[in-house]
């Protein structure tokens, strides 16, 4: 299958800081990339759709000031975690969407980010 | 609004036995995927099996298999011969339009 990476895989800051964690879909070009968040135990809540080249979408309840995303190419988007609080605690995932041969989505290894 | 089920919060099967885990969704569109994903204790996401709507014939891959019964909107996973590489969360998952909508997953547990 296709092959996702994230970086990094985790991440310890201090309040009030900026964290940006990268997605890249390393054999395939993706228009369309997805950021999830999990909390332990719990199933994985879409947070945003990146689409390469224009603003990115987002799911209600998700505040596009604090998490910003970048799909500035098909192989490349990233979430920055503006301002972090401790609540902001959490894994992230990204994924990446393949058309051919069918359409399927692939996940990152994901981000395990701890703000103090 | 599309919405996935899945009943079992956790199960445990036998090494080598059969399993089934169960999943419904509510949708009122008529194209649509749905998936398994395995999520290991590495928390890595892992495709396990995919389905088109519109297809009548039930996927398989390997040990996997899906019952699809699309009228009752159910889509159960069976593992056959489980091993204890099996151990992980199963997520069920609704896909439209490039969107996925996830269950709340069932913890299963192989036992050697």
């Known amino acids: 299958g296709a092959v996702v990476s994230q970086h990094p895989s985790w991440v310890i800051c201090k309040s009030g800081t900026s964290v940006k964690i990268e997605c890249r879909s390393l054999?395939?070009?993706?228009?369309?990339m997805f950021w999830y968040r999990q909390f332990p135990k719990q199933s994985l809540m879409l947070m945003a759709t990146s689409n390469e080249g224009s603003k990115a979408t987002y799911e209600q309840g998700v505040e596009k000031d604090k998490f910003l995303i970048n799909h500035a190419s098909l192989t490349l988007s990233t979430l920055t975690v503006t301002s972090a609080h401790p609540e902001d605690s959490s894994f992230y995932i990204c994924?990446?969407?393949?058309?051919?041969?069918?359409?399927?989505?692939?996940f990152g290894p994901g981000t395990r980010l701890l703000v103090l | 609004a599309q919405t996935v089920t899945q009943s079992q919060p956790e199960m445990s099967v036998q090494e080598a036995e059969t399993v089934t885990l169960s999943c419904t969704y509510d949708?009122?569109?008529?194209?649509?995927?749905l998936f398994w994903y395995k999520q290991p204790p590495s928390r890595q996401m892992i495709l396990v099996i995919r389905q088109e709507a519109y297809k009548q014939q039930n996927a398989t891959e390997n040990r996997f298999s899906v019952n699809f019964q699309k009228a009752a909107k159910s889509f159960s996973l069976k593992i056959s011969d489980s091993q204890l590489g099996d151990t992980a969360m199963y997520f069920c998952?609704?896909?439209?339009?490039?969107?996925?909508?996830f269950g709340k997953g069932t913890k299963l547990s192989v036992k050697p």
């Open positions: 994924s990446a969407t393949t058309i051919e041969p069918r359409e399927t989505q692939y």
């Open positions: 998952a609704f896909g439209s339009q490039g969107n996925l909508i």
């Open positions: 949708t009122s569109e008529s194209n649509y995927y």
């Open positions: 054999d395939f070009q993706a228009t369309t």
